[in-house]
């Protein structure tokens, strides 16, 4: 996980394009800025990032459904809940799937689990644009290859 970059997915570890589902996971690191204010003394994943992740990991799921073609951009956040602490060390696991796509938007329901216990879901809603650029697609493709993304999801 490299927060200061936000990329927040460390790698896929499941993408199952034809169920509409990803696992991913991210390790929140020991040491981060994040942590100095977050709260001193007693450091915790803030909220905002932990609904940021399950973003993420909803986007890879999107980008592997779409086959590349179009880029999910995050548009509503609904039900978003903190049940539990994340803290510096954890392994969060993130699964997303599918709840609906079509007519230019997506919906997804995550949640993050850290040690198999449930700490925050969320139904999370996307925009689905092309890409606006190649710069913007070569730099996918890059963060793709990353975090491992099956190539073979996208390939005919």
């Known amino acids: ?23 991913v996971e991210a390790q929140v690191p020991q040491q981060s800025t994040i ?15 932990l609904i940021e992740s399950m973003a993420q990991a909803s986007g890879w799921l999107l980008l592997g459904v779409l086959k590349f073609e179009r880029m999910p951009i995050l ?18 696991s993130i699964e997303a799937t599918v709840a609906h796509e079509g007519s230019g938007y997506a919906m997804t329901e995550a949640k993050i689990r850290v040690n198999g216990k449930l700490r ?9 644009i092309p890409f606006p650029n190649a710069d913007m697609r070569a730099f996918m493709d890059g963060v793709a290859k990353r975090v491992g993304f099956p190539q073979q999801a996208v390939s005919p």
């Open 75 to 92: 548009a509503a956040v609904k039900e978003a809940k903190v049940r539990g602490s994340v803290f510096p060390g954890d392994l969060m």
């Open 120 to 128: 925050a879901n969320s139904t999370l809603t996307f925009t689905l």
């Open 35 to 49: 942590f100095e204010g977050h709260f001193p003394g007693y450091p915790l994943m803030p909220g905002v990032l």
């Open 1 to 23: 996980m490299q927060l200061e970059y936000f990329h927040l997915i460390d790698r896929i570890v499941d993408l199952k394009v034809d169920e509409k589902k990803v696992v």
